[in-house]
Protein backbone atom coordinates (compact mmCIF):
# COMPACT_ATOMS: atom_id res chain seq x y z
CA UNK A 1 0.00 0.00 0.00
CA UNK A 2 0.68 4.03 -0.31
CA UNK A 3 1.97 5.49 2.65
CA UNK A 4 2.31 9.29 2.94
CA UNK A 5 3.96 11.22 4.74
CA UNK A 6 3.08 14.74 5.98
CA UNK A 7 5.47 17.62 7.09
CA UNK A 8 6.08 19.15 9.65
CA UNK A 9 4.51 17.12 11.96
CA UNK A 10 3.22 21.12 13.37
CA UNK A 11 3.62 24.20 11.90
CA UNK A 12 3.11 26.96 14.33
CA UNK A 13 1.86 30.42 12.64
CA UNK A 14 -0.17 33.60 13.29
CA UNK A 15 -3.34 34.74 11.15
CA UNK A 16 -2.86 36.20 8.01
CA UNK A 17 0.04 33.94 7.44
CA UNK A 18 0.65 31.40 4.53
CA UNK A 19 0.53 27.95 5.49
CA UNK A 20 2.59 25.62 3.10
CA UNK A 21 1.89 21.63 3.88
CA UNK A 22 3.26 19.25 2.63
CA UNK A 23 2.93 15.33 1.53
CA UNK A 24 5.30 12.89 0.30
CA UNK A 25 3.93 9.55 -1.30
CA UNK A 26 5.78 6.46 -1.09
CA UNK A 27 5.98 5.53 -4.66
CA UNK A 28 3.59 7.95 -7.92
CA UNK A 29 -0.06 8.62 -6.82
CA UNK A 30 -2.25 6.84 -9.70
CA UNK A 31 -4.06 10.01 -12.11
CA UNK A 32 -3.07 12.19 -9.23
CA UNK A 33 -5.65 10.92 -7.33
CA UNK A 34 -4.62 13.38 -4.06
CA UNK A 35 -7.02 14.70 -1.33
CA UNK A 36 -6.72 16.96 1.50
CA UNK A 37 -9.07 17.49 4.60
CA UNK A 38 -9.27 19.29 7.31
CA UNK A 39 -10.16 18.31 10.56
CA UNK A 40 -10.98 20.52 13.51
CA UNK A 41 -11.24 19.47 17.22
CA UNK A 42 -14.27 17.32 18.19
CA UNK A 43 -15.50 17.51 14.31
CA UNK A 44 -15.93 15.25 11.29
CA UNK A 45 -13.29 15.95 8.15
CA UNK A 46 -14.18 18.14 5.59
CA UNK A 47 -12.88 17.95 2.18
CA UNK A 48 -10.88 20.67 0.89
CA UNK A 49 -8.81 19.07 -1.94
CA UNK A 50 -9.79 16.41 -4.30
CA UNK A 51 -6.99 15.51 -7.62
CA UNK A 52 -4.34 16.91 -6.30
CA UNK A 53 -5.58 20.65 -7.13
CA UNK A 54 -9.26 21.10 -7.70
CA UNK A 55 -11.38 22.68 -4.82
CA UNK A 56 -14.87 20.74 -2.55
CA UNK A 57 -17.72 22.45 -3.33
CA UNK A 58 -18.09 25.23 -0.85
CA UNK A 59 -14.21 25.88 0.01
CA UNK A 60 -12.59 29.23 0.11
CA UNK A 61 -10.16 30.14 -2.92
CA UNK A 62 -7.49 30.77 -0.46
CA UNK A 63 -7.52 26.86 -0.19
CA UNK A 64 -4.70 25.48 -2.77
CA UNK A 65 -3.76 22.04 -3.76
CA UNK A 66 -0.45 21.54 -6.25
CA UNK A 67 1.69 18.55 -6.70
CA UNK A 68 2.16 15.83 -9.12
CA UNK A 69 3.88 11.97 -8.83
CA UNK A 70 4.97 11.66 -5.21
CA UNK A 71 5.16 15.52 -4.04
CA UNK A 72 1.81 17.26 -3.15
CA UNK A 73 1.57 20.66 -1.50
CA UNK A 74 -2.03 22.44 0.20
CA UNK A 75 -1.20 26.18 0.38
CA UNK A 76 -3.67 28.41 2.87
CA UNK A 77 -2.64 31.85 1.64
CA UNK A 78 -3.79 33.54 4.55
CA UNK A 79 -4.67 31.75 7.58
CA UNK A 80 -8.13 32.53 8.98
CA UNK A 81 -8.80 31.42 12.70
CA UNK A 82 -10.64 29.27 11.38
CA UNK A 83 -8.03 27.17 9.98
CA UNK A 84 -6.60 25.83 12.92
CA UNK A 85 -6.93 22.74 12.48
CA UNK A 86 -5.59 19.48 11.45
CA UNK A 87 -4.58 18.70 7.77
CA UNK A 88 -5.10 14.91 6.35
CA UNK A 89 -3.60 14.31 2.86
CA UNK A 90 -5.18 11.05 1.22
CA UNK A 91 -4.54 9.19 -1.76
CA UNK A 92 -7.55 7.37 -3.20
CA UNK A 93 -5.18 5.96 -6.81
CA UNK A 94 -4.32 2.65 -5.78
CA UNK A 95 -6.23 0.20 -3.45
CA UNK A 96 -6.50 0.64 -0.43
CA UNK A 97 -6.92 4.31 -0.12
CA UNK A 98 -5.04 5.75 2.51
CA UNK A 99 -4.13 8.54 4.44
CA UNK A 100 -1.19 10.40 6.04
CA UNK A 101 -0.72 11.16 9.73
CA UNK A 102 -1.67 14.56 9.85
CA UNK A 103 -0.20 18.32 9.44
CA UNK A 104 -1.43 19.90 12.89
CA UNK A 105 -1.68 24.32 12.02
CA UNK A 106 -1.88 25.71 15.45
CA UNK A 107 -1.71 29.87 16.30
CA UNK A 108 1.55 30.92 17.24
CA UNK B 1 -30.18 18.96 4.08
CA UNK B 2 -27.13 16.12 2.69
CA UNK B 3 -26.48 13.99 6.06
CA UNK B 4 -24.88 10.43 7.23
CA UNK B 5 -25.70 9.89 11.31
CA UNK B 6 -23.92 6.28 12.95
CA UNK B 7 -25.24 4.67 15.66
CA UNK B 8 -24.38 1.19 17.77
CA UNK B 9 -21.27 2.51 18.91
CA UNK B 10 -20.22 1.40 23.15
CA UNK B 11 -18.12 -0.51 25.47
CA UNK B 12 -17.36 -3.78 24.71
CA UNK B 13 -15.18 -6.50 25.85
CA UNK B 14 -11.95 -8.14 24.05
CA UNK B 15 -13.89 -10.97 21.54
CA UNK B 16 -16.69 -9.14 21.62
CA UNK B 17 -19.01 -8.23 18.61
CA UNK B 18 -20.46 -4.87 17.73
CA UNK B 19 -22.97 -3.60 15.07
CA UNK B 20 -22.68 0.33 13.63
CA UNK B 21 -25.60 1.37 11.38
CA UNK B 22 -25.19 4.42 9.53
CA UNK B 23 -28.83 6.16 7.98
CA UNK B 24 -28.48 8.19 4.92
CA UNK B 25 -30.71 11.41 3.80
CA UNK B 26 -30.19 14.20 1.43
CA UNK B 27 -28.85 12.07 -1.68
CA UNK B 28 -29.35 8.87 -3.57
CA UNK B 29 -28.09 6.44 -1.35
CA UNK B 30 -28.23 3.53 -3.66
CA UNK B 31 -25.89 5.51 -6.34
CA UNK B 32 -23.17 5.52 -4.03
CA UNK B 33 -20.48 3.41 -2.66
CA UNK B 34 -20.34 3.48 1.11
CA UNK B 35 -17.44 3.57 3.47
CA UNK B 36 -16.21 2.94 7.42
CA UNK B 37 -13.38 4.98 8.33
CA UNK B 38 -12.21 4.92 11.85
CA UNK B 39 -9.68 7.03 13.92
CA UNK B 40 -8.29 5.74 17.20
CA UNK B 41 -8.18 8.32 20.10
CA UNK B 42 -5.65 11.14 19.30
CA UNK B 43 -4.57 9.43 15.48
CA UNK B 44 -5.32 9.62 12.48
CA UNK B 45 -7.26 8.43 9.88
CA UNK B 46 -7.69 4.81 8.66
CA UNK B 47 -10.23 3.28 5.82
CA UNK B 48 -11.77 0.44 6.83
CA UNK B 49 -14.24 -1.22 4.90
CA UNK B 50 -16.43 0.02 1.50
CA UNK B 51 -19.47 -1.38 -0.25
CA UNK B 52 -20.69 -0.41 -4.02
CA UNK B 53 -24.42 0.70 -3.93
CA UNK B 54 -25.40 -2.46 -4.89
CA UNK B 55 -23.39 -4.75 -2.75
CA UNK B 56 -21.59 -6.61 -5.70
CA UNK B 57 -18.20 -5.31 -4.43
CA UNK B 58 -16.89 -5.16 -0.83
CA UNK B 59 -13.39 -4.18 0.63
CA UNK B 60 -11.36 -4.23 3.34
CA UNK B 61 -8.46 -3.11 5.18
CA UNK B 62 -6.23 -5.82 6.05
CA UNK B 63 -6.54 -5.30 9.70
CA UNK B 64 -9.97 -6.23 10.19
CA UNK B 65 -10.59 -8.53 7.19
CA UNK B 66 -11.98 -11.78 8.39
CA UNK B 67 -13.65 -10.32 11.59
CA UNK B 68 -15.50 -7.52 10.41
CA UNK B 69 -18.56 -7.44 7.81
CA UNK B 70 -20.38 -4.78 5.99
CA UNK B 71 -23.54 -4.75 4.58
CA UNK B 72 -26.16 -2.51 3.60
CA UNK B 73 -30.50 -1.68 2.79
CA UNK B 74 -30.73 0.51 0.12
CA UNK B 75 -34.35 0.24 0.69
CA UNK B 76 -33.52 1.35 4.27
CA UNK B 77 -30.69 4.06 3.31
CA UNK B 78 -28.55 2.16 5.65
CA UNK B 79 -25.30 0.80 5.79
CA UNK B 80 -24.04 -1.12 8.63
CA UNK B 81 -20.45 -2.64 9.86
CA UNK B 82 -20.69 -6.23 11.91
CA UNK B 83 -17.95 -6.32 14.07
CA UNK B 84 -16.58 -9.29 15.46
CA UNK B 85 -13.72 -10.71 17.52
CA UNK B 86 -13.36 -7.34 18.95
CA UNK B 87 -9.48 -6.11 20.29
CA UNK B 88 -8.17 -3.43 22.16
CA UNK B 89 -6.73 -2.01 18.74
CA UNK B 90 -10.21 -1.88 17.11
CA UNK B 91 -11.07 0.73 19.86
CA UNK B 92 -11.95 4.22 17.16
CA UNK B 93 -14.45 6.78 16.42
CA UNK B 94 -15.76 5.39 13.50
CA UNK B 95 -17.22 7.60 10.84
CA UNK B 96 -19.52 7.24 7.66
CA UNK B 97 -18.32 8.41 4.76
CA UNK B 98 -18.92 8.99 0.95
CA UNK B 99 -18.04 10.68 -1.94
CA UNK B 100 -20.54 12.28 -4.46
CA UNK B 101 -17.56 12.90 -6.82
CA UNK B 102 -17.69 8.98 -8.10
CA UNK B 103 -14.18 8.59 -6.22
CA UNK B 104 -12.80 7.99 -2.80
CA UNK B 105 -12.42 11.52 -1.90
CA UNK B 106 -14.86 11.66 0.94
CA UNK B 107 -17.22 15.00 0.42
CA UNK B 108 -19.94 13.33 2.86
CA UNK B 109 -18.89 12.55 6.55
CA UNK B 110 -20.84 11.36 9.32
CA UNK B 111 -20.08 12.71 12.73
CA UNK B 112 -19.08 8.86 14.25
CA UNK B 113 -19.60 6.20 16.52
CA UNK B 114 -17.16 5.69 19.17
CA UNK B 115 -15.82 1.98 19.74
CA UNK B 116 -14.17 1.19 23.23
CA UNK B 117 -12.80 -2.65 23.33
CA UNK B 118 -11.42 -2.97 26.70
CA UNK B 119 -12.22 -5.35 29.83
Known amino acids: EIVLTQSPGTLSLSPGERATLSCGAS???????LAWCQQRPGQAPRLLIY???SRATGIPDRFSGSGSGTDFTLTISRLEPEDFAVYYCQQYGSSPTTFGQGTKVEIK | EVQLVESGGGLVKPGGSLRLSCTAS????????MNWVRQAPGKGLEWVSS????????YYADSVKGRFTISRDNAKNSLYLQMNSLRAEDTALYYC????????????WGQGTMVTVSS
Open chain 2, 26 to 33: GFTFSRYT
Open chain 2, 97 to 108: ATSRLGIYAFDI
Open chain 1, 27 to 33: QSVSGNY
Open chain 1, 51 to 53: GAS
Open chain 2, 51 to 58: SSGSSDYK
